[in-house]
């Protein structure tokens, strides 16, 4: 699997580390780029895979509230406010929180 950044990034041994709410996907494209969306189980949607510069390795992903795991019933990604983190460290919901933070930032200065 590829990341934003078009690096394989290897995610084994990431085991969840918290939640984002009140996150639109949107903003996380925005932040991270487009997610991976092959190889998914029918859990999950969507995943961005990212490894920060001290190494730390992080995982976004919806987890069972989107259409593959609900169907029709289930949220578009447009919808979607609430996601996983899932990292090799404990600071990884630390580093995808900032990681947000800037990218809104930066938006907003050249908006």
């Known amino acids: 699997m590829r990341t934003h950044n078009d690096t394989i990034i290897n995610v ?17 494209i925005l932040a991270f780029g487009g997610p991976v969306f092959e ?3 029918s859990k999950q949607d969507c995943e961005w895979q990212i490894k920060f510069r001290n190494g730390t390795v992080a995982t976004i992903y919806n987890w069972k509230n989107g259409k593959n795991y609900n169907g029709e019933s289930g949220l578009d990604l447009d919808d979607i406010r609430e996601w996983n983190v899932g990292g090799s460290a404990s600071d990884a919901v630390d580093l995808v929180k900032q990681a947000i933070s800037d990218a809104e930032v930066l938006f907003t200065f050249i908006s």
Request: glycine share 16%; charged share 20%; hydrophobic share 30%.
């Open 39 to 41: 190889g998914l189980d």
């Open 12 to 28: 084994d041994g990431t085991t969840f580390k918290g939640t984002l709410n009140n996150v639109r996907f949107s903003t996380l």
